[in-house]
């Protein structure tokens, strides 16, 4: 629910990292997304582990200017935005744990009065990552939130790429207002998964769809829109918030925008990829 306490489903797109692609946090790009691919919120991907990210060499104040200006956007179309510390090659959330807790504590500070932001601790713990060392992280972190905004979602991860909700399920953490996250790339993850969601839905967990591909988990390969299809039917019946990877043009297939087209906004139709394509008119379609 929002702030009002009335019923509100989130969908849109997640950029790709911000390091690396961050021409696409600009004003006319979010306008783009709003006006043209009716979207109400864009989640902002700050890669943690990654070559460049923020607590592996990345430029810190470079990054946190870009996640500013993206929540400067967002706002001023009238969007919702998903500040993302996307844990992927660290694995443990708490490998990167001091810097989690340096910048959530910095961004919060800022922005507490902001209703319209949503925190999200750890994109996809996997590997040794277990729900126990998730939740010992989440512990650490949510106070940290809120202590300068008392009541913003936050959204949180699961072992196995954000897939382990039922973990989460069994073993909840201790707050309010606090979404879990299920990711999905349709070519890979099917039916198992789908129901998985159900059951854990029925049980009462509140699930958070912050990205998902209609691709394969690679991010590439080929597209399969009859299982995305599946898959977005189901999110519509239970009204979950969902977005899709990723906002830029590098030639993979998740890439929402053609790789030969270098434009940061204002996108033809013929610019978008496959993908992009599908997705724009889908969220078109939309009330
Ligand atoms: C992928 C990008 C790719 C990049 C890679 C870095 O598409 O260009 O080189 O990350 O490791 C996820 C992750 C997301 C992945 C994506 C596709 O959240 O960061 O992006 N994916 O592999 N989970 C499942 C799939």
């Known amino acids: 629910m929002d702030q009002n306490g009335e019923k509100i489903q989130?969908?849109?797109?997640?950029?790709?990292?911000?390091?690396?692609?961050p021409q696409y946090v600009n004003e006319d790009a979010f306008?783009?997304?709003?006006?043209?691919?009716?979207?109400?919120?864009?989640?902002?991907?700050?890669?943690?582990d990654e070559y460049g990210g923020y607590a592996n060499g990345g430029d810190?104040?470079?990054?946190?200017?870009?996640i500013r200006n993206g929540i400067a956007y967002a706002t001023s179309q009238d969007m919702y935005v998903i500040v993302d510390w996307h844990v992927l090659n660290d694995r443990d959330p708490n490998v990167h744990k001091a810097d989690a807790l340096a910048f959530f504590e910095e961004i919060t500070t800022e922005y507490a009065d902001y209703t319209n932001?949503?925190?999200?601790?750890?994109?996809?713990p996997n590997g040794h990552a277990t729900w126990e060392s998730v939740k010992s992280y989440a512990n650490e972190v949510i106070p940290v939130?809120?202590?300068?905004?008392?009541?913003?979602?936050?959204l949180v991860g699961s072992p196995t790429w954000s897939q382990d909700i039922d973990k989460a399920a069994a073993d909840p953490l201790d707050f309010d207002n606090i979404m879990y996250t299920l990711h999905f790339y349709a070519d890979t993850h099917r039916e198992s998964l789908r129901s998985r969601l159900e059951t854990c839905i029925d049980n009462g967990l509140p699930v958070f769809i912050s990205e998902f591909g209609t691709c394969d988990a690679s991010g590439n390969g080929?597209?399969?829109?009859?299982?995305?299809?599946k898959w977005l039917e189901l999110i519509e019946n239970y009204?979950?918030?969902?977005?899709?990877?990723?906002?830029?043009?590098?030639?993979?297939?998740?890439?929402?925008?053609?790789p030969s087209?270098?434009?940061?906004?204002?996108?033809?139709?013929?610019?978008?990829s496959e993908t992009g394509k599908w997705l724009r008119n889908y969220f078109r379609g939309k009330d």
């Not at 939130?145 to 936050?154: L, N, P, S, Y």
């Not at 087209?261 to 978008?272: A, F, H, Q, R, V």
């Open 261 to 272: 087209c270098s434009k940061t906004s204002d996108w033809t139709e013929g610019e978008l």
């Open 31 to 48: 306008r783009t997304l709003h006006d043209d691919w009716n979207i109400n919120c864009v989640r902002l991907a700050l890669y943690t």
């Open 10 to 21: 989130l969908y849109g797109v997640s950029t790709h990292g911000l390091a690396w692609f």
């Open 60 to 66: 810190k104040e470079n990054l946190k200017s870009i």
């Open 145 to 154: 939130i809120r202590a300068h905004d008392e009541d913003a979602v936050i």
């Open 222 to 229: 080929g597209n399969n829109f009859d299982q995305t299809s």
């Open 117 to 124: 932001i949503i925190y999200e601790i750890c994109n996809e």
């Open 239 to 258: 009204n979950l918030s969902f977005f899709s990877w990723s906002l830029c043009n590098k030639a993979e297939t998740s890439a929402v925008i053609s």
